[in-house]
């Protein structure tokens, strides 16, 4: 008879994604997140020789201070998931927020380098990694239907901002130097914590109406109806509360959701990303190089990125619409495989081009599959794990990426020293990106779809797959009903009913059946769940 109480261990109801209304707030300070998670850390770099100048540093030791961020990005991605399971999206965006901005502001009154990487590489990576990560959670709260379309939407920021915090950097390090822009860009990063404050929790409006429904239903059904009536829904409410007090310890939160490693999907998934991103950053980190030593000039050569950049920001929003389509969205794992080995091929084709004209038709191509291939890697992780365990699957992933990035890049960059050719890291770059997209799709098609042809007919159990985010949901909701509905049955009949037990209904029935009498009739009803003819009346409350 109660309310169904979260706190003690029932769901009031699955909360179904909106997929509109405050989700495309919620999008919008996805996409801003996004934007400065992964623009931040290159756009810091227009800050590199003025740091050398003043510290007497070489450049490979200023570039720390953007690795650093990066793997503070990555490698910190268990401990944001334990932070989301333990105090929820919106208070650990809220702390990212004032940790990247005092970073950035601490780094601007720092005397040497080492000082710089504890603030501006560790402090602001952990501030960015503690929002960029409960961003796509709320992300995929908010959006189900459209997901696709949200995800390349979000995933746009990142060349957006890219754009512009780069030039932007250029101009507060020519007014203000590299300690005025330093200030300057730890005031904008309070602007994570204006995103968070709007990464509203889905369940708070279902939640207020739930209660207000459910008041009014209690209202009706403690109604005076006779006193024996009043004693039964007594002795139902005792024993139900006391069946949840049972319940109660074995619905305990996990803080990290290792039980995802049981899914073939997302084994196959992460395998696939460690090997993608040992070669996918690798070519856009040396095109500059690479062009400058082809005797392109050096304006000329920076101006490839911004072309990878302009083509990027089209190509995230567009793929996200395509995986949205109905006969698309079941295959999304195949076409993000498509993407990668798109990518993969475009490294490979271009590792022979020896003029700025094949590296301008590079730069376009790679942007389009670099697109592809941002907007669809969260997107397919979701549609493994669900929105249910996203936040710790997201985390792990995040955690294994961190060693390919901190294995790739820099390998990269030994080859080109010892070498002195970039064609043979081309090549290198682009096979590793081809082998992981084969990888996926044959891994797919062959664990997979052979695993869902072995199940046996459906049953309740949780999904290896994509699928709906609240199935997981509605499953618990549903054993919470059916627990209810067998435990709660309060009179309706007439006014001499009598409320009875199941066991001592049944011994009723037993001796009357003994007796050839049958059921009672007329004023003498007795309620029970089994032992009376089909003309006799029987009345049983449901939610």
């Not at 295959?331 to 993969?344: D, E, I, K, Q």
């Not at 997107?379 to 961190?402: D, H, R, Y």
């Not at 049955?489 to 049958?518: F, I, L, Y």
Request: proline share 5%.
């Amino acid at each position: 008879m109660g309310r169904a109480d979260p706190e003690e261990g029932q769901l009031p109801a699955p909360v179904k994604p909106p997929d509109g209304g405050w989700g495309w707030i919620v999008l919008f300070g996805c996409f801003v997140i996004t934007g400065f998670s992964y623009a931040f850390p290159k756009a810091v770099s227009v800050y590199f020789k003025e740091l050398m100048k003043d510290f007497h540093v070489g450049y490979s030791d200023t570039a720390w201070i953007s690795s650093i961020m990066l793997a503070m990005l990555y490698g910190t991605g268990p401990v944001c998931s334990i932070m989301v399971n333990q105090f929820g999206c919106r208070p650990v965006m809220l702390i990212g927020g004032l940790l990247a901005s005092s970073g950035m502001i601490l780094a601007s009154f720092t005397t040497n380098i080492i000082e710089l990487y504890l603030t501006a590489g560790v402090l602001t990576g952990l501030g960015m990694a503690l929002n960029f990560q409960p961003s796509l959670i709320m992300l995929g709260t908010y959006f189900d239907k459209r997901r696709p379309l949200a995800n390349g939407l979000a995933a746009a920021g990142s060349p957006v901002f890219l754009s512009s915090l780069s030039p932007l950097g250029q101009v507060l390090l020519e007014k203000f130097g590299w300690r005025g822009g330093f200030l300057i860009m730890g005031g904008l990063l309070l602007n994570c914590c204006t995103c968070g404050a709007v990464m509203r929790p889905l369940d708070m409006g279902m939640k207020r109406k739930m209660e207000k429904a459910q008041d009014k239903y209690e209202a009706k059904e403690m109604l005076p109806i006779g006193g024996k009536s009043e004693e039964g829904i007594s002795t139902t409410d005792g024993t139900k509360k006391a069946k949840k007090a049972k319940k109660k310890p074995k619905k305990g939160k996990k803080l990290l959701d290792f039980s995802i490693f049981s899914n073939r999907g997302f084994i196959i998934y992460t395998i696939s990303k460690f090997i993608l991103v040992l070669g996918l950053f690798v070519p856009p980190i040396l095109l500059v190089n690479y062009a400058k030593d082809t005797g392109v000039p050096d304006t000329e050569a920076a101006f490839l990125l911004s072309i990878i950049g302009f083509i990027d920001i089209f190509a995230r929003p567009a793929c996200g619409m395509v995986a949205g389509l109905k006969w698309v969205r079941p295959h999304v794992a195949y076409l993000f495989s498509f993407a990668m080995l798109f990518n993969g091929l475009t490294d490979v084709c271009s590792a022979r081009a020896s003029n700025y004209t094949g590296l301008v038709i590079f730069c376009v191509f790679f942007g389009i599959s670099y697109g592809m291939v941002g907007a669809l890697q969260f997107e397919v992780l979701m549609a493994i794990v669900g929105s249910q365990k996203f936040s710790s699957a997201i985390g792990l992933v995040l955690l294994i990426e961190a060693f390919a990035v901190l294995i790739g890049p820099p390998s990269a960059g030994r080859l080109v020293d010892a070498l002195k050719n970039y064609e043979v890291i081309f090549y290198l770059a682009g096979s590793e990106v081809v082998l992981s997209a084969l990888f996926l799709a044959m891994a797919t098609y062959c664990c997979l779809n052979r695993g869902k042809k072995e199940e046996p007919s459906p049953e309740k159990k949780p999904s290896a797959g994509g699928g709906s985010d609240t199935e997981e949901a509605e499953s618990d909701v549903q054993e919470d009903e059916e627990h209810s509905s067998d435990n709660h049955q309060p009179p309706h009949s007439t006014d001499n009913a009598v409320v009875v037990t199941s066991e001592e209904a049944n011994h009723v029935a037993e001796e009357q059946s003994g007796e050839g009498g049958g059921c009672p009739e007329g004023d003498g009803e007795v309620l029970a769940r089994d032992g009376c003819n089909a003309d006799q009346t029987v009345e049983r409350d449901s939610f």
